[in-house]
């Protein structure tokens, strides 16, 4: 048995074919990353899909199964939904959202201040304790408030929420905004003072523009968290107060179906949000990449 | 990055920003008392009454809430206000609120697990007297098994809204088919033989539906019933917990082995909503669970099998009944600064005519069930509920302690016991059940610990003497 060892043909590379080919090989890299990107994107953006489609179903086609992916379109359970009440809910969301969000800013802004351009003593000790009022877990105190409230005479009152929601996004708006005050340049602060600025004005006039974006991002996560906290709402709240969070549950029964309305309220009350989100979008990309760079 | 403290050389920053800084504490002092006057924002008419309703989110519940302009062109002066929960929220809130004496409520939700101990922790009003005074309500009306249920000293302190039992639905036409007939008061033995000869897993149908989810309220409640009628039972009159008796593991063994040779597949993780679904596609021969559970399975809206059902009585072994009791019922905590008008509301949403305005207005299906005998004795009722009514209304004459239990027990209740543990320690050793369907551990392992969760309450109560 004879072996005849060919050597491998040798192909003649060029630099210009080695370039072709290597454009191939990351046009290749780059359409299958791309494809792998719409995936996932899709893969964590079909439960919205879902919640969409099913609130534009009729209920019995809501709970079939295997689902139902073609069906003609109803508003009827938005109809059901508007028609339920949802008013007062909405309203009461959109001042508990609104009223506490902007306290928090105008807490937030001089606070952040004093711990990140003009230190205070010991800045350290004093952010964490604003971020150590975040590691109870709410679980461990609603007794307390609840019985606290009860005693004063404001359970179910609107207040006592914009207090609590104040209270819960302060400490992350103040960590927020410290990152953003950071990244102010020393020297324009000291060009402010050169030019006889004092504080508040240096705040609001220097200061303030240059972390817009932040501020917006601050007080769109200050937004989200106070209008999808369900757990104070749920339990401080009864017929005056109730907040949307709330009214979603109550779409739900142990008895009968419910989750076509369960959605059509649901996508109802992700709107506001999905509104706020988009008008802030711009100043929210360039916020949120401000404190990444870090 | 840590930004270096910055001194900037202005000598006077306060007087500089003392008018802008003015401004700023004013718009946040104007903010703050907005903020609080907003809360205060309740209705200021002038002698106009607002109570606020708390219920619990069913389909009767809403249909209340739906027809509430009846109520208010009788009571002109008295507004509504409901909140409206899904069980479990709406149990721990209406707990805490009455609990704590949180006064939000005026009317309340509750069943008849909550009611004895309420009255007797003297968190609800006594509402016998105002029953009483109140022309044509006729308590003698109520169904005596829940009127007793929802009495504390000979009085009632909540009155039921629905009542309910519980027995078996199965498919009259597969039973012809395979001739298969029903006896009249099956025993536990027999629906066994009957299940697994029905069963057919390759055709997805079961011989039987039977929760098996964890929680007091899932699993729980027709096991308990099983336990009942084997002679089991969750304490003795001395509070001796009894988890781990010949009785309790036979009962439990032939709940978890029915559900292994003839159950619904996946039994661990399948609740009342589960079953309801299944024996409405048409996937289970026979069901045993709550007697509102007509109101799904015989809605041609929502069922294959509506109209081909028949009812027997809960199953037995050496009882003879074993069916359970259960009311959502209302109330008057006794923190409400408004009874006089919560009566009015009460009266109005458990009385004859609202059974009568119901069925007028919305459907005789629709009606509350298992509250007032008087129920069954309308024509048109009749006539919606006639394979139903008379099961509904039998098993709910037979469900009390001493038909359906074999030895005496020092706590009220047949499918929970009636004392503020239960809660957890019933969900605790439902879930000990659980995986003892799943295959997870063997009943034996799960009682031993179940009885071990139950020791340190039987002895607190040995030595609280309660």
Redesign the interface.
């Known amino acids: 048995m004879t072996t005849t060892t060919t050597p491998a043909p040798v192909t003649p590379t060029t630099k210009s074919d080695e370039r072709k080919s290597r454009e191939a090989r990351r046009r290749f890299t780059g359409s299958s990353i791309t494809t792998v990107t719409w995936l996932l994107a899709f893969i964590f953006f079909s439960p919205v899909i879902w919640l969409v489609m099913t609130a534009f179903k009729p209920e019995?086609l809501a709970?079939s199964?295997p689902p139902v992916f073609f069906f003609v379109p109803t508003f009827e359970q938005f109809g059901a939904v508007l028609a339920g009440g949802a008013g007062g809910y909405f309203l009461n969301s959109l001042?508990a959202t609104g009223?506490?969000t902007?306290?928090v800013i105008?807490l937030a802004v001089p606070a952040a201040y004093a711990v990140?351009?003009?230190?205070v003593k010991k800045t350290q000790d004093v952010l964490f304790f604003f971020i150590s009022t975040k590691m109870l877990p709410v679980v461990a105190v609603i007794?307390p408030i609840?019985?606290i409230a009860?005693q004063l005479k404001?359970?179910?009152?609107?207040?006592?929420?914009?207090?609590l929601y104040t209270a819960m996004n302060l400490p992350i708006a103040v960590w927020m905004m410290r990152s953003f005050?950071?990244e102010i340049p020393?020297e324009v602060?000291?060009a402010?003072?050169m030019d006889?600025?004092?504080?508040?004005?240096?705040l609001?006039t220097i200061l303030m523009p240059m972390v817009t974006p932040g501020l917006a991002a601050t007080a769109l996560i200050c937004v989200i968290f106070a209008w999808n906290e369900f757990f104070f709402a749920?339990?401080l709240t009864?017929?005056?107060?109730?907040t949307v969070p709330?009214f979603l549950?109550?779409?739900?029964?142990?008895?009968?179906?419910f989750l076509a309305k369960l959605s059509a309220a649901s996508v109802l009350a992700s709107l506001p949000v999905v509104i706020a989100g988009w008008v802030a979008q711009k100043q929210l990309v360039r916020g949120l990449s401000m404190g990444a760079v870090? | 990055m840590k930004f270096p403290p910055f001194r900037a050389p202005t000598a006077h920053p306060d007087r500089a920003g003392s008018r802008t800084g003015l401004r700023t504490t004013k718009l946040l002092a104007v903010a703050a008392a907005a903020a609080l006057a907003l809360g205060g924002c309740a209705p200021a008419g002038g002698d106009q009454e607002t109570i606020v309703v708390a219920i619990v989110a069913n389909p009767q519940m809403r249909d209340a809430v739906s027809l509430q302009d009846d109520f208010k062109s009788k009571h002109p002066g008295v507004d509504v206000k409901f909140v409206t929960l899904p069980e479990n929220e709406a149990r721990a809130k209406i707990t805490a609120s009455v609990a704590t004496g949180g006064g939000e409520f005026d009317v309340v939700m509750i069943s008849n697990y909550e009611t004895e101990m309420w009255a007797a922790n003297g968190w609800i009003d006594n509402l016998q007297p105002l029953a009483d005074a109140t022309e044509g309500y006729d308590t003698g009306d109520f169904i005596p098994t829940i009127k007793d249920a929802l009495s504390y000293e000979g009085d009632m302190y909540s009155v039921p809204f629905y009542g309910e039992s519980s027995f078996l639905v199965y498919r009259e036409d597969l039973f012809k088919e395979a001739g298969i007939t029903m006896p009249k008061n099956p025993t536990w033995d027999e629906i066994g033989e009957i299940a697994r000869e029905l069963n057919d897993p390759a055709k997805d149908f079961a011989g039987i539906c039977l929760r098996g989810l964890a929680g007091w309220g899932e699993v729980m409640a027709p096991l308990d019933t099983v336990i009942n009628t084997y002679g089991g039972q969750w304490f003795d009159t001395d509070w001796n917990a009894k988890l781990n008796t010949p009785e309790v593991k036979a009962a439990v063994t032939d709940y978890v082995d029915l559900l292994h040779d003839a159950g619904q597949p996946g039994a661990a993780t399948s609740g009342y909503g589960d079953c309801i679904t299944r024996y409405s596609q048409g996937k289970a021969a026979m069901w045993y669970d709550a007697t509102a559970m007509v109101s799904s399975i015989e809605d041609p809206a929502s069922s294959l099998v509506a109209g081909k059902s028949q009812y027997a009585p809960a199953p037995v072994k050496e009882t003879e009944a074993a069916g359970w009791l259960y009311s959502w019922s209302l109330a008057i905590p006794s923190t409400s600064e408004h009874k006089d008008a919560a009566w009015d509301f009460v009266s109005w949403m458990t009385n004859k005519d609202y059974i009568k305005l119901v069925g007028n207005q919305i459907g005789w299906e629709r009606v509350p069930p298992g509250s007032r005998q008087s129920t069954y004795e309308i024509p048109e009722y009749a006539a919606v509920a006639k394979a139903y009514a008379k099961p509904t209304l039998d098993a709910m004459y037979s469900a009390k302690q001493s038909t359906s239990m074999v030895n005496p027990v020092p706590y009220p209740g047949l499918q929970f016991v009636g004392i503020p543990e239960f809660q957890d320690l019933g969900t605790r050793v439902s879930q000990q059940i659980s995986a003892a369907i799943a295959g997870q551990k063997s009943v034996d392992e799960a009682l031993k610990q179940a009885q071990q969760y139950a020791e340190p309450i039987a002895k607190s109560y040995q030595e609280g003497g309660k």
Do not use: H
């Open positions: 019995s709970a199964n001042i009223v506490s902007v306290l105008l990140s351009i003009r230190p007794m609840y019985v009860g404001v359970l179910d009152n609107i207040g006592t929420l914009i207090i005050f950071q020393a602060l000291e402010a003072s006889g600025a004092g504080l508040i004005k240096t609001r749920l339990n009864a017929a005056n107060a109730a709330v549950v109550s779409q739900m029964t142990s008895e009968g179906l870090k």
